[in-house]
């Protein structure tokens, strides 16, 4: 919804295609009426101030139960709903920065925010990867009868398992859902789409809009591509699923 949302707010969307798509823009950010330079600040709040509220409630909660600082802090896992809410917020603020870059006549406060944007929306990924590939603690050990079972089975189930319990339980669909070292690729997703958000914000010269919507286009299915041939996932059925749904957008 969010990547229909960047379509929507593409300079090469005609007057019926806005019309008709007014409000996927706010799967991106609540303040997408407004001036880009707002889907980025505003994001960049509602993610800040939800954490802060999380954090702390969290951390007072375990402390009201008797916990020491240090353990309350422990409790307080990786991936948690503020990742989930900074993870929503990421492709509204990417877009939105680029946005207010692209804009014509830009302002200074546009330019400056638009880079910190730009800046935040590369090292949020590249972040979460080093954290994972510094702090998983977890191994992924195969099936051994996995090559046995039927064709339908080895394409549903999965080929393999993660342990020990604590991580998994800790890491959740980051490990679940992927196999082995392809872990480290929970961003890809999210990734590719910031991508295309770049090439959407570009303000591209007339009669030039069959060139933007052919570069998106390669993006999406290269993207599908390195899913499928790379088979990240723990299961043939959830790699053709998130294959497929870069190929359908």
């Known amino acids: 919804m969010q990547a229909l949302g960047v379509f929507a707010r593409m300079s090469c969307a005609s007057a019926q295609e806005r019309a008709s798509t007014v409000a996927l823009p706010y799967f991106l950010s609540v303040f997408a009426a407004l001036d880009p330079l707002w889907m ?11 954490g802060c509220a999380h ?27 503020t990742y989930v809410v900074a993870h929503a917020m990421h492709l509204g603020s990417f877009f939105g920065s680029v946005l207010a870059l692209a804009m014509p006549g830009a302002r200074v406060q546009h330019r400056v925010m638009g880079v910190f944007g730009v800046l935040y929306g590369v090292a949020f990924p590249a972040g979460v990867c080093y954290l994972i590939a510094r702090h998983v603690g977890a191994s992924f050990t195969k099936y051994w009868q996995f090559l046995r079972k039927p064709l339908h089975e080895r394409l549903l189930y999965p080929v393999g398992y993660w342990h020990p319990a604590a991580q998994q339980r800790m890491y959740g669909g980051m ?10 690729w929970c961003v890809f997703q999210l990734s590719v789409l910031c991508v295309v958000g770049l090439i959407a914000a570009v303000h591209p010269p007339v009669g030039g809009c069959h060139v933007q919507y052919f570069c998106m286009a390669a993006v999406l299915l290269a993207g ?11 299961s043939a059925f959830l790699t053709v699923m998130h294959a497929a749904s870069f190929v359908l957008l």
Not at 40 to 50: D, I, T, Y
Request: hydrophobic share 60%; proline share 2%.
């Open 40 to 50: 980025v600040v505003g994001n960049a709040l509602l993610a800040a101030v939800f």
């Open 175 to 184: 490990l679940t859902n992927m196999r082995g070292s392809h872990v480290y």
């Open 55 to 81: 954090y702390g409630v969290t951390a007072a909660f375990q402390r009201w139960r008797g916990v020491d600082a240090a353990s309350a802090w422990a409790a307080m896992r990786f991936p948690s709903l």
């Open 224 to 234: 599908a591509g390195v899913v499928a041939f790379t088979n990240m996932m723990r």
